[in-house]
């Protein structure tokens, strides 16, 4: 049986802008479209279900959505479900989050814990339907970017986009000095020249697309920067998550933090394999 693609629902317009995305994902991938629903206390959830339902079958016919209401936490609810889901799906924010934040809570929790790709869709409606033909992917050294590359990758190829992918790189920090490192290849990742970091990471990757149009980006100055400027003209921006090595949140370094709170466009954390 083919894993879901699950969306969290709340009735909330953010919501719904990821019901919509998620419903064209599904479709692009062949894959099952999973409503979730889910509070800790008293709620009247078969309306959120219902409108959340036929947003999706109006918006792909052929789409047969299924769905679920479960009474406890939404973000533990939907990192439960992460374990065997295709992706989560989220808006960027909930009916209860403050006026004035960037991005909602159960979206920040989600993403720094899910053990799954998750895709916090924010944005403006052309960032949100794929108009500017292109997926960003943050690329760093080491062996910490080759699951946001795959899936980058695949997006890309289902889309028949463009795949741009930056590396940004700090040449104060490019010393002759190693600084301390976990293995032999992090080590050497941090002595090549940045050209051929970005170089080395795409090669394995992209051998299942090859026919997938590539603009590969070295840029001098912060990652947040290069990051957030590649996206402006992007569909999907995707980034790696750290291992979160027991203790949750951490797979949310700094930067992921910032694109995932002020991106133009969805973003999609990649855990690592």
């Known amino acids: 049986m083919t894993i879901p693609l699950v ?16 419903t064209d994902e ?13 509070a800790a206390g008293a ?23 299924a769905s679920e209401e479960l009474h406890e936490d939404a973000a533990s609810a939907l990192i439960r479900k992460g374990r065997n889901a295709f992706a989560l799906v989220l808006g960027s924010r909930g009916l209860g989050d403050l006026a004035g934040m960037l991005l909602g809570t159960v979206s920040l929790a989600v993403a720094a814990r899910a053990d799954c790709p998750v895709v916090v869709v924010r944005g403006t ?3 949100r339907d794929g108009l500017f033909g292109n997926i960003v992917v943050g690329v760093e050294e080491g062996e910490g970017s080759g699951a946001a590359l795959q899936f980058a990758f695949r997006e890309a190829h289902v889309r028949n986009c463009r795949l741009t992918a930056v590396h940004a790189w700090n040449p104060s920090s490019r010393t002759l000095t190693p600084r301390p490192a976990s293995s032999w290849y992090a080590l050497e990742a941090h002595r090549r020249p940045p050209s051929q970091v ?5 090669r394995s990757p992209a051998d299942p697309y090859r026919h997938t149009r590539v603009d590969p980006r070295v840029i001098e100055g912060p990652a947040r920067r290069a990051l957030l400027d ?26 992921n933090h910032a694109l995932l709170h002020h991106a133009p466009c969805p973003v999609a954390v990649v855990p690592r394999i």
């Open 7 to 22: 969306v969290g629902v709340d009735g909330s317009e953010a919501s719904l802008e990821a019901v919509d995305w998620a």
């Open 198 to 202: 970005l170089d080395d990471a795409l």
């Open 125 to 127: 409606a052309e960032h």
């Open 43 to 65: 709620h009247e959830a078969s309306g959120v279900i219902g409108a959340a339902s036929e947003r999706a079958r109006r918006r792909a016919p052929t789409v047969r959505p």
């Open 26 to 38: 599904a479709v692009r991938h062949g894959v099952p479209l999973h409503l979730l629903h889910a």
């Open 230 to 255: 590649a996206a402006s003209a992007a569909d999907l921006l995707v980034v790696g998550a750290h291992g979160r090595r027991g203790h949750p949140g951490l797979q949310l370094g700094l930067i």
